[in-house]
Every structure is written in structure tokens, then in C-alpha cells.
Nanobody
Framework: EVQLVESGGGLVQAGGSLRLSCEAS????????IGWLRRAPGKEREQISS????????YYADSVKGRFTISVDDAKNTVYLQMNNLKPEDTAVYYC?????????????????WGQGTQVTVSS
């Protein structure tokens, strides 16, 4: 059974940092693309970053480029999202997701497997 478990969300002041973790189990990690997506209240879901585990290819949305960094620890089957210089507009529920189709996930933001989400709140 594919499982994705996010952790690391919380409340932080603007300008602060958080690191989200996505621990994966139940599938061959190297075969997948792992994405981070977020949904803010009243807004559409936004794919903010992704990483193709097999070769390390990454994607960042313009809204987070230069502030967020996605990385992977293969030994722990875990993908991280380091978030620096957080802004109030980063407030959202953050989800990690997994899919074997890199381009589909990149273009559509549609993934086959999802975590439960973790809340990130940035105060001004």
C-alpha cells in the first residue's frame, strides 16, 4: 500500500523558515516523481515543486523559486521541502504526492497518490 506522510508544518512569522518532510512507503521510491502542492483558503491548488527521484530533476513554481528547495534522502525514502523567507501568502495546507509519470504530474499537477496534508501558517 502506497503511503505518504507529511510532517513539519506549523506556525511561523514572516521571514522565518520551515522544513516539510514527506516519508514514502509501499512503493519503489526511485520509480516516482514526488511533488509538493498547496491549497490556500479560497484559492486553487498550486503545484509548487517536484522532484524526479531517479535523476534528481526538479521543478519550482515562480512563486517559490529562490526561497524553497526540494531534496531527497534515498536511504530514508523521504523528500524534504525547505522553505525560507516565508511570506503570509505561503499560508496553506501543503501536500506531498507521488506519481510514476513525471511529465503528466509536472504539466497537470495530477498525482496518483497523496498524503494527508500539513498546515503551514505564516503570520505577518
Amino acid at each position: 500500500e502506497v503511503q505518504l506522510v507529511e510532517s513539519g508544518g506549523g506556525l511561523v512569522q514572516a521571514g522565518g523558515s520551515l522544513r516539510l518532510s514527506c516519508e514514502a512507503s509501499g512503493f519503489t521510491f526511485d520509480d516516482y516523481t514526488i511533488g509538493w502542492l498547496r491549497r490556500a483558503p479560497g484559492k486553487e491548488r498550486e503545484q509548487i515543486s517536484s522532484l524526479r527521484v531517479s535523476d534528481g530533476s526538479t521543478y519550482y513554481a515562480d512563486s517559490v523559486k529562490g526561497r524553497f528547495t526540494i531534496s531527497v534522502d534515498d536511504a530514508k525514502n523521504t523528500v524534504y521541502l525547505q522553505m525560507n523567507n516565508l511570506k503570509p501568502e505561503d499560508t496553506a495546507v501543503y501536500y506531498c504526492a507521488a506519481d510514476t509519470h513525471y511529465l503528466k504530474a509536472l504539466v497537470s499537477g495530477e498525482y496518483d497518490h497523496w498524503g494527508q496534508g500539513t498546515q503551514v501558517t505564516v503570520s505577518s
